[in-house]
């Protein structure tokens, strides 16, 4: 009798705290110091400026964005939007530049309030580039040009996958690119979901200059095993960074256009079922019998890696 009280016990402690999470993840202790500024129904909002201007298209991008994800992943998420100015950064995001979007683990995702210091920086360099190229940016970024409507408006919906992925895997995942590729997924996905298109032609058009541009000068990494290795000192490189992810954006497109919603969806249940967790850590060549398995091999030729030098 004694042992079927403590089995219901136990029982009974496990599906709260399972509940507890589920409802409820998101790590407050970081909103410390900032005021809410409830912007949204629909996700909880905070900012280091009591009454902040010019988010309402940001914000109104997450919400379309969280009503895409919470039906192809069938989810109710909820999450923190953070806006930080560039002063305050460093002690809200977990690294720099100012103003990069970023996800956290614990539901919480950390915005730039002004101009980031990335926007600034290409806004800068915008003088140099070719007049057809020029044209074609403000055709949609409109004039002057600023940059925060990719580096804010549209990398929100790449944080904002992260999250769905997170909510669902821990810290614990199997590769760094298999991440990114999926929060670049998750950006086109998203964008192409909105009636609008604006969001997407302006990504599309900056990754698309960039790429032709081919600014990159020299990389110091360039293959997915570096990637993995070593990543933190790969994103404090601004450039190498940018680069890596301009490849990760193209498969993300290719793979979209050819399969719709149903690869972001089983891209992430992929990500949960490869978790190492669950599978512990795996060597390349399994992982990319499990990509096959899942995916089939059109995919897995989509992903292979032009850049290896190994
Ligand atoms: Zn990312």
């Given at each position: 009798?004694?042992?079927?009280?403590?089995?219901?016990?136990?029982?009974?402690?496990?599906?709260?705290?399972?509940?507890?999470?589920?409802?409820?993840?998101?790590?407050?202790?970081?909103?410390?110091?900032?005021?809410?500024?409830?912007?949204?129904?629909?996700?909880?909002?905070?900012?280091?400026?009591?009454?902040?201007?010019?988010?309402?298209?940001?914000?109104?991008?997450l919400?379309?964005?969280k009503?895409?994800?919470?039906?192809?992943?069938?989810?109710?998420?909820?999450?923190?939007?953070?806006?930080?100015?560039?002063?305050?950064?460093?002690?809200?995001?977990?690294?720099?530049?100012?103003?990069?979007?970023?996800?956290?683990?614990?539901?919480?995702?950390?915005?730039?309030?002004?101009?980031?210091?990335?926007?600034?920086?290409?806004?800068?360099?915008?003088?140099?580039?070719?007049?057809?190229?020029?044209?074609?940016?403000?055709?949609?970024?409109?004039?002057?040009?600023?940059?925060?409507?990719?580096?804010?408006?549209?990398?929100?919906l790449?944080?904002?996958?992260?999250?769905?992925?997170?909510?669902?895997?821990?810290?614990?995942?199997?590769?760094?690119?298999?991440?990114?590729?999926?929060?670049?997924?998750?950006?086109?996905?998203?964008?192409?979901?909105?009636?609008?298109?604006?969001?997407?032609?302006?990504?599309?058009?900056?990754?698309?200059?960039?790429?032709?541009?081919?600014?990159w000068?020299?990389?110091?990494?360039?293959?997915?095993?570096?990637?993995?290795?070593?990543?933190?000192?790969?994103?404090?490189e601004?450039?190498?960074?940018?680069?890596?992810?301009?490849?990760?954006?193209?498969?993300?497109?290719?793979?979209?256009?050819?399969?719709?919603?149903?690869?972001?969806?089983?891209?992430?249940e992929?990500?949960?079922?490869?978790?190492?967790?669950?599978?512990?850590?795996?060597?390349?060549?399994?992982?990319?019998?499990?990509?096959?398995?899942?995916?089939?091999?059109?995919?897995?030729?989509?992903?292979?890696?032009?850049?290896?030098?190994?």
């Amino acid at each position: 009798m004694k042992k079927l009280f403590t089995l219901i016990l136990i029982v009974f402690v496990i599906c709260n705290s399972c509940k507890q999470a589920d409802s409820d993840w998101i790590d407050r202790t970081k909103h410390e110091g900032l005021h809410n500024i409830t912007l949204s129904d629909n996700f909880e909002t905070y900012a280091t400026e009591a009454q902040p201007n010019n988010l309402e298209i940001t914000i109104n991008n997450l919400e379309l964005a969280k009503s895409y994800f919470d039906k192809i992943f069938d989810e109710d998420l909820n999450f923190a939007v953070l806006f930080v100015d560039n002063q305050n950064w460093d002690k809200y995001a977990f690294s720099p530049p100012p103003g990069m979007p970023q996800a956290h683990h614990d539901g919480n995702i950390v915005l730039g309030l002004n101009k980031s210091v990335m926007a600034n920086g290409f806004e800068q360099t915008l003088s140099q580039i070719p007049p057809q190229a020029m044209q074609e940016l403000k055709k949609y970024y409109g004039e002057p040009i600023n940059l925060d409507k990719f580096f804010r408006d549209g990398l929100a919906l790449h944080e904002l996958g992260h999250l769905y992925q997170f909510y669902r895997t821990g810290k614990n995942s199997q590769r760094n690119w298999l991440n990114e590729l999926f929060g670049n997924l998750c950006q086109v996905a998203a964008a192409k979901s909105f009636e609008d298109q604006s969001t997407f032609n302006q990504m599309d058009s900056f990754q698309n200059l960039l790429i032709r541009s081919n600014q990159w000068g020299n990389l110091k990494y360039k293959t997915l095993d570096e990637f993995e290795t070593n990543y933190f000192d790969v994103m404090k490189e601004d450039r190498n960074y940018g680069w890596y992810q301009t490849q990760f954006y193209t498969m993300a497109k290719e793979l979209f256009s050819k399969f719709g919603d149903s690869i972001v969806t089983k891209f992430r249940e992929f990500l949960i079922k490869c978790n190492t967790d669950t599978y512990g850590n795996i060597d390349d060549n399994k992982l990319n019998e499990l990509i096959q398995e899942s995916f089939g091999k059109e995919v897995l030729n989509i992903l292979k890696w032009q850049h290896s030098d190994s």
